[in-house]
């Protein structure tokens, strides 16, 4: 794609994402179905099931993915995404890429091993590899829009408000 067919596809768009800003507001969702047997649960992921389970550092055989390593997914994917429409947009030709997200997460605080330690990510690095001929300030450009831009990225940096609810529900059949 070059850059005119990125701005004429996107253009109309925020055109109307000025008109009304409430149509700018995407939704996001996802949804697991747990199988207790297997202390695994699946999501989908563009139509394709994904079975999740735990990590060896917590039991698991490595089989299954790791919620970890699939955030870790997401942030490469949405910066991937990111940096070639940005670079589309800005005339810079890439010929190859990588996008490495890493992150590191202490097993002793999930299993509840040692209360000091923190449960979760600790550290998150992200590395683009590319194959260009753009000088080193336009490349700076590059980066730094795409950490603008990227909404994984962004909203590991600055964490959204986050709550929890439960409800019960029941499987089992009405009695008629």
Known sequence: MDAATLRSLQAPLKA?????????RVPARAEATL?????????????????????????????????????????AACAGVTLTAVATAMGIVLRHGRIIAEGEWDARGTL?????VPVGLTEVRLT??????????????LLATTERYCVILQTL???PRLSLALNRVSTAANPG
């Open 157 to 159: 940096r600055t964490p």
């Open 112 to 116: 509840g091993v040692d209360r000091a």
């Open 16 to 24: 109307r994402y000025r008109e009304a800003a409430e149509s700018a």
């Open 128 to 141: 683009f590899e590319l194959d260009t001929d753009a000088e080193t300030p336009v490349l700076e450009r």
């Open 35 to 75: 199988d207790p047997e297997t202390l695994s649960c699946l999501v989908s992921a563009a139509g394709r099931a994904i079975e999740a389970g735990l990590h060896p550092a917590t039991g698991g055989d490595g089989s299954l993915a790791c919620s970890a390593d699939m955030l870790m997914q997401a942030l």
